[in-house]
């Protein structure tokens, strides 16, 4: 593989893997501002960042079981009505270093900013599909379609050299209201290549895995994909399967992600003064669910004080308001005295009442993906 034709990259960014090129901002970028900066975004790649030069030559076919296949330049994308999206992008393995203190998994160590806030452009997917002869909120086409993949034209060792792929249903695909994106825009400025140029899907409430960079082609299909990241990795397995006895079939890709809150204006441990102490951080729950509340405790979980909630200044959030983004995530914060060296935590609950995991040990698994659990961070009082 050739990583000699890598993008210049932020030098703020703490690098996981080099290549291929994982890397994640320092904490303090996340709380700072609701629209992560594009550059300040985490990366997450899984082969060299492809070489797409011939923007006036760049295609996405558009075709499977559908009646009337398609090559979409970029021109016709961009003839399509473009909506602006705000959704929070997470991958799924975000908090996993956190994990491996449990037990050893297997994976590209994460800190807690595998993941961002960005202001999405492009066309909907469901208005792609309609072009090819799919009408608007579809659990089948004429002609059994049930899926839709999208494969890229990246290429990954775990495909054997082959592209990344991956697939969501067609019900989702095709409902307008899910904001499912072909994005050509991030923060309002063309995608750069990072970041999928010059063209990727954008899934709304589900794992970052799903949003498939630079796309090649779009396909319905009658079954969902078989790559490998729908079904030989992204897939949540209890703390008793290990690399014995695990067998894949058995779990369903992972497509919303769960409840997730995270302090970002402290690191694992902090020495603060004796005083007031003022906590913030992001809170983000997947398919479309809101943050119905923070709680955070100053005193390790004995007693806890509810955080106050924001997406743009001014604007109170609350979860149903139209005024506040379906899928972009909320930032938190809150104020306590602290006298005495101690553990403050963070957990949020959603729209639906689903909770966090107060403990990693339980949520353990040989992916390490999906550490929701309560978010703990030490403090240390000098004076
Ligand atoms: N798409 C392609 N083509 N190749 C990839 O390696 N990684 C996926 C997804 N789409 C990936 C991809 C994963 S696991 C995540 S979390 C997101 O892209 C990360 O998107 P970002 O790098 O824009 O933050
Ligand atoms: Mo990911």
């Given amino acids: 593989s050739d990583y000699s034709k890598e993008p210049p990259r932020h030098p703020c960014l703490q690098i ?60 016709d994308i961009r003839m399509l009505p473009k909506y602006d999206v705000t959704a929070t992008l997470q991958c799924a393995g975000n908090r996993r270093t956190a994990m491996s203190k449990t037990r050893t998994v297997k994976g590209v160590g994460w800190d807690v900013s595998a993941i ?93 895995a799903r949003s498939v960079k630079w796309l090649d082609s779009i396909t319905v299909i009658a079954e969902e994909c078989q790559g490998f990241f729908m079904q030989k990795d992204y897939k949540m397995f209890p703390p008793s399967v290990n690399w014995d006895n695990i067998n ?50 100053f005193d390790s979980g004995k007693s ?18 139209e005024r506040c983004d379906k899928w972009g995530w909320v930032l938190f914060e809150a104020t306590a005295d602290v006298h005495t060296n101690t553990e403050i935590v963070a957990k949020a609950v959603d729209s639906s009442a689903n909770v966090q995991p107060e403990n990693v040990e339980d949520i353990w698994n040989l992916r390490g993906i999906l550490n929701t659990s309560w978010h703990r961070v030490q403090v240390r009082v000098g004076h």
């Fill in 16 to 75: 996981n893997s080099k290549e291929p090129f994982n890397a994640e901002p320092p904490r303090s970028a996340l709380f700072r501002s609701y629209v992560t900066p594009v550059d300040l975004f985490y990366k997450r790649n899984h082969g060299p960042i492809p070489v797409v030069d011939d923007i006036e030559r760049y295609s996405v076919s558009v075709s499977g079981l559908v009646e009337n296949p398609k090559m979409l330049s970029m021109k």
């Fill in 248 to 297: 894949w079939n058995t779990r369903r890709p992972q497509m919303d992600f769960p409840v997730q809150c995270v302090i970002c204006s402290l690191e694992e441990s902090n020495a603060v003064k004796p005083g007031k102490v003022t906590v913030s951080g992001y809170a983000a729950s997947g398919g479309g669910r809101g943050i119905e509340r923070v709680d955070v405790s």
């Fill in 304 to 321: 806890w004080v509810e955080a106050s909630r924001y997406q743009k200044p001014g604007i109170p959030y609350v979860s149903d308001d």
């Fill in 116 to 208: 961002g806030n960005a202001v999405w452009g492009g066309a909907k997917l469901a208005d792609v599909l309609e072009l090819v002869g799919v009408p608007k909120l579809s659990s089948s086409s004429k002609s059994g379609g049930k899926h839709v993949e999208f494969v890229s034209v990246d290429r990954c060792k775990e495909e054997n050299g082959g592209p990344y792929a991956a697939s969501i249903p067609l019900i989702q695909a095709t409902n307008p209201e899910a904001d499912v994106l072909l994005a050509y825009e991030m923060n309002g400025e063309p995608l750069n290549r990072d970041h999928g140029y010059p063209l990727r899907v954008v899934v709304p409430g589900v794992i970052g």
